[in-house]
C-alpha cells in the first residue's frame, strides 16, 4: 500500500512537471499574447524617450500586442534598471539599457544590480552623434586645438551635467588630443546653448535634438560630429578623427533589454522582430529628424558593445579624475 501511495505521488509529480513544461512551451510560442511594458528611464519628450515610442509603435504591429513605454526618469536610470531586473522574467517587462546604463556601471561605486548579468540584451535600436558645436571664430576641431595649445587652460569646452555623455565625451575628447581646456558643465543644454551664442564658452559638445533649431538658424555652427562616421542628416560636417584627431570615438546608443532568466525563444522572437521593423524608411525618416539613426544587433553585438563601453567610460572616469559616486 505505501508503494503504492509513493508511486502514485511519483506519478503526480511527474505529470505536474511535464504540465508545467508544456504550459511554459505554450506561453513561449504564443508570445506575446498581451500587452509588454517598456520601461524608459528618460521623461517623456526626449530623444530617447522618442526613439523607443517609435520602435515601440512598429513593434507592436508586427507582432500584434501593444508596446507601452512607462517612463522612469531619474537617479542616472537606476529606478527605471531595478524596476525592470524585479520583473517577472518573462518577456512582458523590457529595459531600455545602452551607453546610459554603461556609464551608470562606470560611474557608482556600486548599484542594486549587475548590468551584465540581470539583464538579457535583446538588440542595439537607436544611436546618436554628438556634435562640436560653436558661435566663436573657431570653425574647425584644427582651430581648436590651435586655440587650446596656444593657451593651455583657457579654452572653455560647455557640456551638461558631470557624467553625462556630453561630459565624458569632452573629457575624451582633452585626453585623446592631450590638450588641457576647461570643461564647464550646465544643469541644462538651453543653458549651455545660451553661454555658447554669449560667448562665454568657445566650443561644446551636444546632441542634435538638442541644438537643430540653432543650427537650422545659424545662431550656432556644428564643427565635427564625434562618431566614426558623418551623420547622415549633417553629411557636410566632418567627423572629429576626419579632422585630425585619431582614435576618437563617442556615439551615444540604446537598445533592448529583459530581465535576465528570460527565455531564450522570446528573446529571439523580439530580436527577429526588432531586426524586421528597423529598416523601415517610416522609422528611419523620422528618426533622422531627431538626430537618431536605428540600427538592430545581435543579443551578443550588444552585449560586447556594453562591455566595452563600460571599460572606455571607466578609464575616461579615472582619468578626469571624476569622483566615483555612492
Known sequence: MRADRIGAAIAVALFSTGLAVATSAQAQADYPNHPVTLIVPYAPGGVADVGMRLLGEKLSARLHQQFVVENRPGAAGIVAAQAAAAAAPDGYTLLMTGNNTAIAAALFKSLPYNVLTDFAPVSTAAFFNILLVTRSPLRSVQDVLAAARANPGKLNIGTINPGSTQNLAAELFTSTADIKAAIVPFRTSPDMASAVIRGDIDVAFEFYAAVDGLLADGKLTA??????????????????????????????????????????????????????????????????????????????????????????????????????RD
Do not use: C
Not at 537598445?255 to 532568466?261: E, F, K, M, Q
Not at 545581435?298 to 579624475?321: C, N, Q, S, Y
Open 223 to 324: 564643427i565635427a560630429s564625434a562618431g566614426l562616421t558623418r551623420a547622415a542628416y549633417l553629411p557636410n560636417v566632418p567627423t572629429v578623427i576626419e579632422s585630425g584627431l585619431k582614435d576618437y570615438d563617442v556615439t551615444s546608443w540604446n537598445g533592448l533589454s529583459a530581465p535576465a532568466g528570460t527565455p531564450p525563444p522570446i528573446i529571439a522572437s523580439l530580436n527577429q522582430a526588432v531586426e524586421d521593423v528597423i529598416p523601415s524608411p517610416d522609422i528611419q525618416s523620422k528618426a533622422a529628424t531627431m538626430g537618431m539613426t536605428m540600427r538592430w544587433s545581435t543579443p551578443e553585438e550588444m552585449t560586447a558593445r556594453l562591455k566595452a563601453d563600460i571599460a572606455k567610460w571607466g578609464a575616461v572616469i579615472e582619468k578626469a579624475g571624476i569622483a566615483k
